[in-house]
């Protein structure tokens, strides 16, 4: 008799930058009753200091990204502050054939173009405490040129706007208890 695996649970969890995804996926992927995989983003965007090509993003050229647009290889991809993310197909795929629950953190145009591929995909947002937290977290990276801020938290603010077409909304005001109530749900959901 074979053993037949059980496909994992495609999860978007997504929400504004700033808002703290990275953070919680993380606590997430400590819990390891929850079967987690990382799908790992495609970026044409240069590494952040202590971020790693193929760990944090897969850094491609932007006539590479193209070329898999092209191919049908991105099951989502967006343009964002001049830069191209997405999601390679195939990967995904692959982890949910081995019976792991993916985990896509991206933002919410990507998590849209996925909702309407994968319906049965678990939809997450997480919401910050409030706008003026969110715009101190954006400004505390100390990353990014002011109009690269003003850029995101605008976009920040549309994004909110769409949380109701997510399943589950959760605050991230306490990045342990936020990791709690999305562990919860993700058992309640396999």
């Not at 606590?27 to 819990?31: G, Q, R, V, Y």
């Not at 995904?92 to 949910?96: I, R, T």
């Given at each position: 008799m074979v053993d037949v695996v059980k496909k994992g649970l495609l999860i978007i969890l997504s929400g504004p930058s700033g808002v703290g995804k990275g953070t919680v996926r993380q606590?997430?992927?400590?819990?390891e009753s929850l079967n987690l995989a990382y799908s790992i983003s495609m970026t044409t965007r240069k590494p952040r200091p202590a971020e790693t090509d193929g760990v944090d993003y897969f850094f491609v050229s932007e006539e590479e990204f193209k070329q898999r647009i092209e191919n049908n290889e991105l099951l989502e991809y967006a343009q964002f502050v001049g830069n191209y993310y997405g999601t390679p197909k195939f990967y995904?795929?692959?982890?949910?054939d081995e019976g792991k629950n993916v985990v896509l953190e991206i933002e919410v145009q990507g998590?849209?173009?996925v909702m309407a591929r994968c319906p049965d995909a678990l939809t997450i947002f997480l919401v910050p405490p409030s706008f003026e937290e969110l715009e101190r977290r954006i400004r505390g990276r100390r990353t990014?040129?002011?109009d690269v801020v003003r850029e995101r938290l605008d976009?920040?603010?549309k994004e909110i706007a769409t949380k109701d077409e997510y399943k589950y909304v959760?605050?991230?005001d306490d990045v342990l208890a936020a990791k709690e109530h999305i562990a919860?749900?993700?058992k309640e959901n396999s």
């Open positions: 606590e997430l992927f400590k819990d995904v795929e692959k982890l949910l998590a849209l173009q990014e040129a002011e976009k920040a603010s959760v605050e991230n919860k749900i993700i």
